[in-house]
């Protein structure tokens, strides 16, 4: 009987998880079927589900339920700790896989072009992100020294860092955010989160239940200006036409109808519409201020500029104007894109051929938009290029073919790897430590914790027992 077709998948995100799930139900109607092995480069999976979502959204963190059954099929594992172009290059994929899929995601901070960008005190939110969701790479504290702040943008991600900014610490003790994130948002100085758009109530990035989420907490007032509550024919055309974008004028139009509180402990989330932030304002190298230009609805939905300038006092800056993925070394880049070359998933190369057997899929592939039904359909077209590919013999032919080999190699990396099953034992002691507090999980920060965690025989029995409760390979 002819070998499985062996496929490696770079990144473990929604984008990698989704892409092994469709080739399994693709290649299941097809002899010989699929193998496939996940390379990480963290030593823990699920990308941004871990380390992009604030910790106080367990609803969408419980998209990891579906993305541990896929990677409980026997027909995919899992090898974190292992870094493509380093540990794990082009030359050595080709030795053990017919195809390679590029799913590592974004998880840099896209450019905001004004001046005073790089001051002190002026961040890209995806740092802050990374912070508070206890990503190892990036410092473990964080100056909240400012009682004024500004975030710049109008989606979801500044909706998280603003709703995190406005939050006492106690109150998200409660979620997995691990001591050095409780004792920084402890120690907060703020007091009043500014956040600017350049558009109107209609052109928010924004989707309604978060909108609604960012006024929960009974030490948060959102507020709006009524000023800022405007619409053209396209932007009532849009209410009409779309209900998510209703019931986004709608929130911020109740925003808008409020009396702010006086009580100067409830900590105030301003969000200013057509306000186009062109400088970030400094004194000795440091962040004091924004300026803004005052917009206007040009009829169509788009905005021009009044030439109206307001400064606003501010100490700290975060962008949140998208995520930007990453060149990969040897993979064709666009870099004002942000994405692999590739023509419906295909990698090309500069005259626009294919370069077998690669692939990609997710917001590398097609840049930071869309939601998980745009990551599944990428995939699904991904996938099905790669299958065609396969049947018309345009794939690799591995000199090493089996998984065993392709096992074999990843250990003898002069790094400790880890597998799927010590993903159940870091669980396992993320969650000990969590109900040693009364809650659900505390995060382990360092890297290298991660990976001892992982390889703790200790807690076996621990990690067995979640795994069971989850379902078995």
Excluded at 130 to 145: K, S, T, V
Excluded at 388 to 395: P, Q, V
Excluded at 452 to 472: L, S, Y
Aim: hydrophobic share 35%.
């Amino acid at each position: 009987m002819t070998r499985p077709i062996r496929v490696a998948i770079i990144g473990s995100g929604p984008a990698g998880i989704y892409a092994s799930d469709c080739l399994m139900k693709s290649a299941a109607a097809q002899d010989p079927g699929v193998s496939i092995d996940i390379l990480e480069r963290m030593p823990a999976p699920f990308g941004l589900i871990r380390y992009g979502v604030a910790p106080d959204h367990p609803r969408i963190k419980g998209i990891v339920t579906s993305l541990h059954q896929v990677l409980n099929k026997p027909q995919v594992r899992f090898f974190g700790n292992v870094e493509f172009g380093t540990d794990a290059t082009l030359d050595d994929l080709f030795q053990y896989y017919d195809g390679v899929i590029f799913a590592t995601g974004a998880k840099a901070d896209r450019a905001l072009d004004i001046p005073g960008i790089d001051l002190d005190g002026s961040f890209g939110a995806a740092e802050f992100v990374a912070w508070y969701d206890g990503q190892p790479e990036f410092p473990r504290e964080w100056p909240l020294n400012a009682e004024k702040v500004a975030v710049v943008g109008v989606g979801n991600v500044s909706l998280d860092v603003s709703r995190i900014l406005g939050k006492t610490a106690d109150e998200l003790l409660v979620t997995e955010i691990p001591d050095n994130v409780y004792a920084g948002l402890k120690e907060s100085k703020v007091k009043e989160v500014h956040v600017f758009g350049r558009r109107g109530p209609a052109q928010a990035k924004y989707t309604p239940v978060e909108l609604r989420e960012l006024d929960h907490s009974p030490n948060v007032q959102v507020l709006v200006d009524p000023e800022d509550i405007d619409y053209d024919e396209a932007s009532e055309e849009a209410r009409r036409t779309t209900k998510a974008t209703d019931m986004v004028c709608t929130t911020l139009e109740n925003y808008a109808m409020r009396d702010e509180d006086p009580n100067p402990d409830i900590r105030k989330i301003y969000i200013h519409l057509f306000e186009s932030p062109v400088e970030i304002l400094g004194e000795d190298g440091k962040v004091v201020g924004i300026r803004t230009e005052r917009m206007e609805l040009n009829g169509q939905g788009g905005v021009t500029g009044t030439g109206k300038m307001t400064d606003w006092k501010v100490g700290q800056v975060y962008r949140a104007v998208g995520y930007l993925s990453s060149a990969l070394p040897g993979i064709p880049f666009n870099h004002t894109l942000g994405t692999i070359d590739n023509v419906a998933g295909r990698v090309i190369d500069q005259t626009g051929e294919h370069i077998a057997p690669l692939y990609t899929t997710g917001w590398v592939k097609r840049g930071p938009v869309g939601l998980i039904g745009n990551t599944k359909s990428d995939a699904n077209e991904t996938v099905q290029n790669l299958l065609d590919d396969w049947a018309n013999g345009k794939l690799n032919e591995p000199a090493h073919p089996t998984p065993e080999e392709a096992a074999a190699w990843l250990d003898s990396l002069p790094k400790k790897v880890t597998d799927w099953s010590g993903w159940y034992r870091l669980d396992a002691h993320e969650k000990k430590r969590g109900a040693e507090e009364g809650r659900e999980r505390k995060k382990i920060v360092e890297w290298e914790d991660m990976v001892e965690a992982a390889h703790d025989m200790n807690i076996e029995d621990e990690a067995q027992a979640i795994r069971n409760g989850r379902g078995t390979r």
